[in-house]
């Protein structure tokens, strides 16, 4: 699987964003898709995932209420809705695959997904 993100960008505080990351293969369905982030100087971390079946989502505390996870399987995308963007969200955005047999599983581990993204900068000023 290979996976392309896009929708990065420079936005205010306040504003809003939406990633997308493309996958190739024919099985897109089976994977758990995630969004990690990388901010300068500090680990990647999780922002959240969604499973592959009945769309069950997963957010990490900094990001949920303002984040949203979404996936169309017929064009192989998942989405990253970002709104109240704040200045410590700027950083690198990645999304990640992790075939899954198991259709409602939701991981947030880095080591648990096995394809990634190569990342979209999102750069929020205040």
């Known amino acids: 699987v290979q996976l392309q993100a896009s929708g990065g960008g420079l936005v205010q505080a306040g504003g809003s964003l939406r990633l997308a990351c493309a996958a190739s293969g024919r099985t897109f369905s089976r994977y758990v898709m995630g969004w990690f982030r990388q901010a300068p100087g500090k680990e990647r971390e999780f922002v959240t995932t969604?499973?592959?079946?009945?769309?069950?989502?997963l957010y990490a505390d900094s990001v949920k209420g303002r984040f949203t996870i979404s996936r169309d399987n017929a064009k192989n995308t998942v989405y990253l809705q970002m709104n109240s963007l704040k200045p410590e969200d700027t950083a690198v955005y990645f999304c990640a695959a992790k075939y899954s047999d198991y259709g409602l599983g939701l991981y947030r581990q880095i080591y648990e997904y096995d394809y990634w993204g190569q990342g979209t900068l999102v750069t929020v000023s205040s």
């Open positions: 969604i499973s592959w079946k009945l769309g069950r989502t």
